[in-house]
């Protein structure tokens, strides 16, 4: 059965970001970027850190910026760190550290 949308509506953006994360272009440009980025982690690299990338970031989210989902240079390999900071996650054991350490963030 095909599930009628609504624009806007939760399901469709999920469905329209699974569609593109899923498709062929972004697949072969998120290898073209990990393979230009060497697998480090682009963030580290720029503070002398060498680490490899888990991820290929938007820098622009796509979510802002539909048009910009293709755009190579808008494109960054990051480490989990590095991705995680980027989105401000936090892990729970950092989370715990920080709120016992009486740290804000």
Not at 7 to 23: A, H, K, L, P, Q
Not at 26 to 45: F, I, N, P, T, Y
Request: net charge negative; aromatic share 8%.
């Amino acid at each position: 059965e095909i599930a009628q949308c609504l624009v806007g509506s939760e399901m469709c953006i999920r469905d329209r970001y699974n569609s593109f994360y899923n498709s062929p272009a972004w697949k072969q440009l998120r290898a073209e970027k990990w393979v230009s980025a060497d697998g480090l982690c682009e963030m580290c690299r720029e503070k002398g850190i060498v680490r490899k990338a888990d991820e290929i970031h938007h820098i622009v989210p796509i979510e802002d910026d539909w048009s910009k989902r293709l755009d190579f240079d808008n494109l960054i390999a990051l480490c989990k760190d590095c991705h995680n900071a980027q989105h401000e996650r936090i892990s729970p054991l950092k989370k715990f550290l920080q709120e016992f350490d009486g740290e804000t963030k």
